[in-house]
T-cell receptor, first 113, second 111 residues
Framework: DAGITQSPRHKVTETGTPVTLRCHQT?????MYWYRQDPGHGLRLIHY???????DKGEVSDGYSVSRSKTEDFLLTLESATSSQTSVYFC????????????FGPGTRLLVL | RKEVEQDPGPFNVPEGATVAFNCTYS??????FFWYRQDCRKEPKLLMS???SGNEDGRFTAQLNRASQYISLLIRDSKLSDSATYLC????????????FGKGTHLIIQP
């Protein structure tokens, strides 16, 4: 398995507060992704990164921002958390070898009250 | 909008039985196909890629029918450890936003 860690693993926060989730990888993979997973939905892409300082929006990017200042770290920020952002967030990394080389982190469970 | 449809289940299957899952996709330009496995409260993990000629990995067989836009996964001699949710995943291109995930099929293997 790729060396992907996510922090925190669990978080409870209140509506209106900013929240930052961290994804850290030790594989030197070029591509990194943030997904959310909700009941009744498949995993949905929030933002992704092709490399340092190179990010783009995914399908459900509203209310989220990202930053990638180092290859190994990809941060996801909820600028002002809402209850609709209660979800499980997965980070994924991918080498240049195609979709088969995409690996997921263990996930962060976020509850917004 | 790209769609990947799966029967959510749950499929309750006795140990040792054969079980099959199906998945349909809407984007005829899709290029790559995968089955992922996700255990309860865990991350998805790639189970196998799906090739046009069909492919097998031990007890698992995957088939692709491009004309019908249909993907299948067959599990033979099912084990208790096969209990999980199986995600059908389709890639429509090489771009980072190219993966579309199905909602998953929940499989429960009963002793």
């Amino acid at each position: 398995d790729a060396g992907i860690t996510q922090s925190p693993r669990h978080k409870v926060t209140e509506t209106g507060t900013p929240v930052t989730l961290r994804c850290h990888q030790t594989e030197n993979h070029r591509y990194m992704y943030w997904y959310r997973q909700d009941p009744g939905h498949g995993l949905r892409l929030i933002h992704y990164s092709y490399g340092v300082k190179d990010t783009d929006k995914g399908e459900v990017s509203d209310g989220y921002s990202v930053s990638r200042s180092k290859t190994e770290d990809f941060l996801l920020t909820l600028e002002s958390a809402t209850s609709s952002q209660t979800s499980v967030y997965f980070c994924a990394t991918q080498s240049s070898g195609g979709w088969e080389t995409q690996y997921f982190g263990p996930g962060t469970r976020l509850l917004v009250l | 909008r790209k769609e990947v449809e799966q029967d959510p289940g749950p499929f309750n299957v006795p140990e040792g039985a054969t079980v099959a899952f199906n998945c349909t996709y809407s984007n005829s330009a899709s290029q790559s196909f995968f089955w992922y496995r996700q255990d309860c409260r865990k991350e998805p993990k790639l189970l196998m890629s799906v090739y046009s000629s069909g492919n097998e990995d031990g007890r698992f067989t995957a088939q692709l029918n491009r004309a019908s836009q249909y993907i299948s996964l067959l599990i033979r001699d099912s084990k208790l450890s096969d209990s999980a949710t199986y995600l059908c995943v389709v890639a429509s291109g090489g771009g980072a936003d190219g993966l579309t995930f199905g909602k998953g099929t929940h499989l429960i293997i009963q002793p």
